[in-house]
């Protein structure tokens, strides 16, 4: 019987594992560099990716705004102070007492304490305009809030954090900090402003492309904060879902209902309640993740982002139901002034 082993047949019984063994570390080797090639990508997108969006969104708010927008505050004072009132001060408290009923993990809380710190976005005068809002009121809100913002967001943010997560020193939005967060909201808007005053057609051609680029990079930043957070995000979906559609739902209602309290005007009271109920979540995105370093921060303005549209959109609905007869009426009156000019 002829014995299994030659020297030729043991080194080929050794050769075979020996070359599955290197065919696999070459790939264990090359699936390394893949994912660490991704997680790379992902950090670049992160620090450079989100900031350049969030500065073409304000350059798109810059290009739209003049010295005037602000000057213009001066015909609606009270208009003007309430809505500032309600969003400086109301929010962060509501938004507080929401966090504390919902018992929210420390990281979360204060990624929705970030949120309510956030100034109304663009996409405000937009809803305003849709449902008959002051829509130049709205432009003057959004440019005021955006300059107050440099201030009171880095000031919630930290009382936030410190309320929240106390000893964590690895957050908050120290001097140099807060001078980024002034660097990527007003430096944009600044220059979006020097490009209208200059070259004014310029501006006006850009105003669409820019408007559309902006839609476009908010669903893409907010996209990537949940897939970043996936594991996070379903096992807090149910409450973040609720405590954000809560909170949007809130702020509309406040602002919409609390300046007519003091007898503002219903088109002025309709474009205060989206520039406080319409906040710049990318805004909040890029600060919680390249400013303060952190991917789970920017979990409720991500879900918040996705919900916003909805339900800004049945509150807006809601506005026009109630008030049918009087828009009406307010319509009729214009086409009554309107007849004998066109008569003359």
């Known amino acids: 019987m002829r014995r299994f082993g030659s020297s030729r047949e043991r080194r080929t019984v050794q050769r075979v594992p020996l070359c599955a063994l290197l065919r ?45 927008d602000f000057t213009r505050v001066a015909k609606h004072p009270r208009a003007v102070f309430i809505a500032l009132a309600c969003q400086l001060l109301l929010l962060p408290a509501i938004c507080f007492g929401l966090v504390l009923a919902f018992k929210l993990p420390p990281v979360l809380a204060v990624g929705m304490m970030l949120l309510s710190a956030s100034p109304g976005g663009p ?19 959004t440019a005021i809030n955006s300059v107050i913002a440099v201030f009171t967001l880095p000031l919630i ?7 929240f997560m106390p000893g964590d020193t690895t957050l908050g939005l120290q001097l140099g900090k807060t001078i980024e967060v002034f660097n990527i909201v007003l430096a944009p808007v600044a220059l979006g402003m020097l490009i209208r005053r200059w070259k004014p057609t310029f501006a006006d051609r850009m105003d669409k492309p820019v408007r559309i680029a902006s839609t476009v990079i908010l669903i893409i930043v907010i996209a990537g904060a949940i897939v970043s957070n996936l594991e996070m995000l379903l096992a807090n979906l149910g409450q973040l ?37 319409v906040h710049n979540a990318t805004l909040a995105i890029v600060i919680a993740q390249t400013v303060l370093g952190s991917m789970e921060l920017s979990l409720p303005a991500a879900v918040y982002g996705v919900l916003m549209f909805f339900v800004a959109l049945a509150f807006g609905f809601g506005l026009r139901a109630a008030y049918r007869g009087a828009d009406a009426a307010e319509d009729a009156a214009r086409a009554g002034v309107a007849r004998p000019g066109a008569i003359a």
């Open 24 to 68: 696999a570390f070459r790939r264990t080797r090359d699936f390394a560099a893949r994912i660490s090639h991704t997680v790379a990508m992902g950090s670049t997108l992160t620090t450079i990716g989100l900031p350049v969006a969030l500065g073409i969104i304000m350059l798109g708010l810059g290009l739209s705004l003049t010295v005037g």
């Open 123 to 141: 996409t405000a005068n937009l809803y305003s305009h849709l449902f008959r809002g002051d829509v130049a009121l709205n432009i003057s809100l």
């Open 241 to 277: 879902a609720i405590i954000t559609v809560l909170f949007c739902l809130i702020s509309l209602a406040v602002g919409f209902f609390v300046p007519r309290l003091f007898r503002v005007e219903r088109r002025q009271a309709i474009a205060s309640s989206f520039e406080i109920g």
């Open 157 to 163: 943010t930290n009382l936030a954090i410190a309320f």
